[in-house]
Protein backbone atom coordinates (compact mmCIF):
# COMPACT_ATOMS: atom_id res chain seq x y z
CA UNK A 1 0.00 0.00 0.00
CA UNK A 2 1.51 3.45 -0.61
CA UNK A 3 -0.17 7.07 0.80
CA UNK A 4 -1.32 9.11 -2.28
CA UNK A 5 -3.41 11.37 -0.42
CA UNK A 6 -3.84 12.52 3.17
CA UNK A 7 -5.92 15.51 4.65
CA UNK A 8 -6.29 16.64 8.33
CA UNK A 9 -10.35 16.60 9.07
CA UNK A 10 -10.38 17.47 12.31
CA UNK A 11 -9.50 17.82 16.10
CA UNK A 12 -11.92 16.25 18.61
CA UNK A 13 -11.45 16.84 22.33
CA UNK A 14 -14.55 14.26 23.00
CA UNK A 15 -14.72 10.81 21.31
CA UNK A 16 -18.83 11.29 20.65
CA UNK A 17 -17.88 13.91 17.87
CA UNK A 18 -15.27 12.14 16.27
CA UNK A 19 -16.17 11.33 12.22
CA UNK A 20 -18.81 8.29 12.01
CA UNK A 21 -17.41 4.94 11.96
CA UNK A 22 -17.34 4.72 8.84
CA UNK A 23 -14.09 3.71 7.41
CA UNK A 24 -11.36 1.46 8.57
CA UNK A 25 -9.04 3.71 11.35
CA UNK A 26 -5.47 3.00 12.73
CA UNK A 27 -4.46 5.01 15.75
CA UNK A 28 -1.23 5.74 16.93
CA UNK A 29 -0.31 6.66 20.49
CA UNK A 30 2.86 6.67 23.10
CA UNK A 31 4.32 8.39 25.63
CA UNK A 32 5.09 12.43 24.75
CA UNK A 33 8.21 12.97 22.75
CA UNK A 34 8.29 9.37 21.88
CA UNK A 35 8.45 10.49 18.25
CA UNK A 36 4.81 9.57 17.24
CA UNK A 37 4.41 13.15 15.19
CA UNK A 38 8.13 12.65 13.26
CA UNK A 39 6.72 9.00 13.02
CA UNK A 40 3.47 9.81 11.57
CA UNK A 41 5.10 12.94 9.25
CA UNK A 42 7.25 10.24 7.63
CA UNK A 43 4.81 7.44 7.14
CA UNK A 44 3.07 9.94 4.88
CA UNK A 45 5.75 11.48 3.69
CA UNK A 46 4.04 15.34 5.01
CA UNK A 47 6.77 17.44 6.99
CA UNK A 48 4.09 18.85 8.96
CA UNK A 49 1.25 16.35 8.79
CA UNK A 50 1.33 16.16 12.54
CA UNK A 51 2.43 18.53 14.47
CA UNK A 52 4.84 18.37 17.48
CA UNK A 53 2.73 17.45 20.69
CA UNK A 54 0.85 19.57 23.02
CA UNK A 55 2.99 20.17 26.26
CA UNK A 56 1.45 18.35 29.02
CA UNK A 57 -1.70 20.22 30.86
CA UNK A 58 -2.82 21.66 27.60
CA UNK A 59 -5.94 20.20 26.13
CA UNK A 60 -6.00 17.05 24.89
CA UNK A 61 -7.17 16.19 21.39
CA UNK A 62 -7.96 13.02 19.08
CA UNK A 63 -6.34 13.99 15.43
CA UNK A 64 -8.21 12.72 12.41
CA UNK A 65 -6.69 12.07 9.14
CA UNK A 66 -8.05 11.21 5.66
CA UNK A 67 -5.77 8.78 4.48
CA UNK A 68 -6.29 7.83 0.31
CA UNK A 69 -9.96 8.71 0.56
CA UNK A 70 -10.35 5.20 2.48
CA UNK A 71 -9.56 4.46 6.03
CA UNK A 72 -8.29 7.26 9.11
CA UNK A 73 -5.04 7.46 10.67
CA UNK A 74 -5.57 8.77 13.84
CA UNK A 75 -3.31 11.06 15.91
CA UNK A 76 -4.18 10.48 19.92
CA UNK A 77 -2.67 12.20 22.68
CA UNK A 78 0.12 11.19 24.37
CA UNK A 79 -0.47 9.11 28.18
CA UNK A 80 2.04 9.12 30.62
CA UNK A 81 1.75 11.88 32.59
CA UNK A 82 -2.20 11.43 33.59
CA UNK A 83 -2.56 11.31 37.10
CA UNK A 84 -3.48 8.10 39.27
CA UNK A 85 -7.00 7.66 39.40
CA UNK A 86 -9.07 7.26 42.58
CA UNK A 87 -9.17 3.16 42.26
CA UNK A 88 -5.39 3.44 42.07
CA UNK A 89 -4.89 2.23 38.76
CA UNK A 90 -2.60 4.17 36.51
CA UNK A 91 -5.14 6.93 34.33
CA UNK A 92 -4.37 7.30 31.02
CA UNK A 93 -6.45 10.12 30.58
CA UNK A 94 -10.31 10.19 30.12
CA UNK A 95 -9.99 10.60 26.41
CA UNK A 96 -7.88 8.27 25.87
CA UNK A 97 -9.54 5.78 27.62
CA UNK A 98 -12.37 6.66 26.22
CA UNK A 99 -11.41 6.27 22.60
CA UNK A 100 -9.80 3.00 23.15
CA UNK A 101 -12.78 1.34 24.47
CA UNK A 102 -15.60 2.98 22.29
CA UNK A 103 -13.35 3.14 19.12
CA UNK A 104 -16.00 0.41 16.74
CA UNK A 105 -13.89 0.73 13.70
CA UNK A 106 -10.21 0.76 15.42
CA UNK A 107 -8.17 -2.46 13.24
CA UNK A 108 -5.44 -1.71 14.64
CA UNK A 109 -3.72 0.80 17.63
CA UNK A 110 0.14 1.03 17.27
CA UNK A 111 1.49 1.53 20.58
CA UNK A 112 4.95 3.54 20.41
CA UNK A 113 7.92 2.61 22.64
CA UNK A 114 11.21 4.59 22.64
CA UNK A 115 13.68 1.66 21.62
CA UNK A 116 16.29 2.96 23.76
CA UNK A 117 14.84 3.14 26.86
CA UNK A 118 14.25 -0.32 29.28
CA UNK A 119 10.94 -1.43 29.61
CA UNK A 120 9.01 1.86 31.03
CA UNK A 121 6.08 0.93 33.66
CA UNK A 122 3.84 3.32 32.19
CA UNK A 123 3.88 1.71 28.30
CA UNK A 124 3.80 -1.49 29.90
CA UNK A 125 0.60 -0.53 31.86
CA UNK A 126 -1.00 0.58 28.77
CA UNK A 127 -0.24 -2.63 26.46
CA UNK A 128 -1.38 -4.25 29.34
CA UNK A 129 -4.38 -2.55 29.82
CA UNK A 130 -6.04 -1.79 25.86
CA UNK A 131 -5.29 -5.93 25.41
CA UNK A 132 -7.07 -6.73 28.40
CA UNK A 133 -9.71 -4.32 26.62
CA UNK A 134 -9.19 -6.76 23.44
CA UNK A 135 -8.31 -4.02 21.58
CA UNK A 136 -5.91 -5.06 18.59
CA UNK A 137 -2.65 -3.86 19.08
CA UNK A 138 1.28 -3.71 17.24
CA UNK A 139 3.79 -1.78 19.01
CA UNK A 140 6.64 0.27 17.21
CA UNK A 141 9.89 0.71 18.35
CA UNK A 142 10.85 4.41 17.49
CA UNK A 143 14.38 5.73 16.91
CA UNK A 144 16.41 2.70 16.30
CA UNK A 145 18.92 4.57 14.40
CA UNK A 146 19.92 5.85 18.18
CA UNK A 147 21.42 2.37 19.12
CA UNK A 148 23.98 -0.02 17.60
CA UNK A 149 22.25 -3.23 16.10
CA UNK A 150 23.08 -5.67 19.37
CA UNK A 151 21.88 -2.75 21.86
CA UNK A 152 18.34 -2.64 19.73
CA UNK A 153 18.68 -5.92 20.03
CA UNK A 154 19.12 -6.26 23.33
CA UNK A 155 16.44 -4.16 24.40
CA UNK A 156 13.69 -5.24 22.30
CA UNK A 157 14.32 -9.18 24.02
CA UNK A 158 14.20 -7.18 27.10
CA UNK A 159 10.58 -6.07 25.85
CA UNK A 160 9.74 -9.20 24.77
CA UNK A 161 10.38 -11.36 27.81
CA UNK A 162 8.91 -8.75 30.12
CA UNK A 163 5.99 -9.31 27.67
CA UNK A 164 5.96 -13.13 27.13
CA UNK A 165 5.48 -13.33 31.55
CA UNK A 166 2.03 -12.10 31.02
CA UNK A 167 1.09 -13.05 27.32
CA UNK A 168 0.54 -15.92 25.12
CA UNK A 169 2.00 -14.75 22.54
CA UNK A 170 3.78 -11.67 21.40
CA UNK A 171 1.64 -8.54 19.22
CA UNK A 172 3.11 -7.52 15.91
CA UNK A 173 6.53 -5.44 16.05
CA UNK A 174 7.93 -2.96 13.74
CA UNK A 175 11.16 -1.27 14.92
CA UNK A 176 11.38 2.28 12.70
CA UNK A 177 13.45 5.14 12.79
CA UNK A 178 11.47 8.34 11.34
CA UNK A 179 15.20 10.04 10.50
CA UNK A 180 16.36 7.25 8.45
CA UNK A 181 12.95 6.08 7.66
CA UNK A 182 13.26 2.25 9.01
CA UNK A 183 9.54 0.44 8.96
CA UNK A 184 7.94 2.54 6.35
CA UNK A 185 7.19 0.02 4.50
CA UNK A 186 6.82 -2.88 7.16
CA UNK A 187 4.01 -0.06 8.77
CA UNK A 188 2.08 0.41 5.14
CA UNK A 189 2.60 -3.66 4.52
CA UNK A 190 0.74 -4.34 7.55
CA UNK A 191 -1.89 -1.67 7.13
CA UNK A 192 -2.59 -3.19 3.82
CA UNK A 193 -2.84 -6.99 4.91
CA UNK A 194 -5.23 -5.13 8.17
CA UNK A 195 -7.44 -3.48 4.90
CA UNK A 196 -7.39 -6.40 2.85
CA UNK A 197 -8.58 -8.85 5.33
P1 LIG B 1 6.18 13.23 19.86
O1 LIG B 1 6.15 14.12 21.05
O2 LIG B 1 5.95 11.80 20.24
O3 LIG B 1 5.31 13.66 18.72
O4 LIG B 1 7.69 13.23 19.36
P2 LIG B 1 8.40 14.03 18.18
O5 LIG B 1 8.12 13.40 16.88
O6 LIG B 1 8.14 15.48 18.32
O7 LIG B 1 9.93 13.69 18.50
C1 LIG B 1 10.52 13.98 19.76
C2 LIG B 1 12.03 14.20 19.56
O8 LIG B 1 12.64 12.99 19.11
C3 LIG B 1 12.35 15.24 18.49
O9 LIG B 1 13.48 15.95 18.92
C4 LIG B 1 12.65 14.40 17.25
O10 LIG B 1 13.55 15.04 16.38
C5 LIG B 1 13.29 13.17 17.86
N1 LIG B 1 13.01 11.97 17.02
C6 LIG B 1 11.82 11.50 16.66
N2 LIG B 1 11.92 10.40 15.91
C7 LIG B 1 13.25 10.15 15.79
C8 LIG B 1 14.02 9.13 15.11
O11 LIG B 1 13.51 8.20 14.47
N3 LIG B 1 15.38 9.21 15.24
C9 LIG B 1 16.00 10.19 15.94
N4 LIG B 1 17.32 10.18 16.01
N5 LIG B 1 15.30 11.16 16.59
C10 LIG B 1 13.95 11.15 16.50
Redesign the pocket.
Given at each position: MEITQAEFVSSYADVRKCPAPDKPEFAFI?R????????LNMLTQRKQL?K??VKPGKTQTINHFIINNAWYLVDLP?YGYASVSKDKRAGFGKIIEQYVLKRENLYCLFILIDSRLEPQKIDLEFIQWSGSKGVPIALVF??A??LKKNELQKNLSRYESTLLQTWEELPPIVV????EKTGRSELLTFIGNALAE
Open positions: GSNVGKSSLATSGTKDKTSAT
